[in-house]
């Protein structure tokens, strides 16, 4: 069997960087914010050709807004961070998709 290699573009990786980063942080959301659970949060990303990550963070009405603020904080920091690391922060735009 031949399998076709398939290489990502530079904004799938950074998706897939800070997609498997998003336990964590929930999961640090908990413990800092006293949580409960954070199993009322969604986060999933989609991209905009050629470089703009869109985050997209969904939740219940009952999570606070300070618990939301810090996870939008959060997701933006680890996405700069990745993308510094790669030398493609001077490029890299963050759209956050607001409902």
Same mark, same amino acid.
Not at 24 to 37: F, I, T
Not at 65 to 75: C, Q, T, W
Not at 77 to 88: M, P
Not at 93 to 99: A, G, K, R, S, Y
């Given at each position: 069997? $031949?399998?076709?290699?398939?290489?990502?573009?530079? #904004?799938?990786?950074?998706?897939?960087?800070? @997609? /498997?980063?998003?336990?964590?942080?929930? /999961? @640090? #959301?908990?413990? #800092?914010?006293?949580?409960? /659970? &954070?199993?009322?949060?969604?986060?999933?990303?989609?991209?905009?050709?050629?470089?703009?990550?869109?985050?997209? &963070?969904?939740?219940? @009405? =009952?999570?606070?807004? $300070? &618990? &939301?603020? #810090?996870? $939008?904080?959060?997701? /933006?920091?680890?996405?700069?961070?990745?993308? @510094?690391?790669? =030398?493609?922060?001077?490029?890299?735009?963050?759209?956050?998709?607001?409902?």
């Amino acid at each position: 069997m $031949d399998a076709e290699r398939y290489t990502p573009t530079r #904004l799938e990786w950074i998706v897939l960087n800070i @997609q /498997s980063k998003i336990p964590m942080l929930l /999961s @640090q #959301l908990r413990m #800092l914010q006293q949580q409960k /659970s &954070v199993d009322d949060i969604r986060v999933f990303f989609k991209f905009k050709e050629p470089d703009t990550i869109i985050p997209v &963070v969904r939740h219940l @009405q =009952g999570v606070p807004a $300070d &618990v &939301v603020k #810090l996870l $939008d904080e959060e997701i /933006s920091r680890e996405i700069h961070e990745i993308a @510094q690391y790669y =030398g493609w922060d001077n490029w890299l735009m963050i759209e956050w998709d607001v409902p």
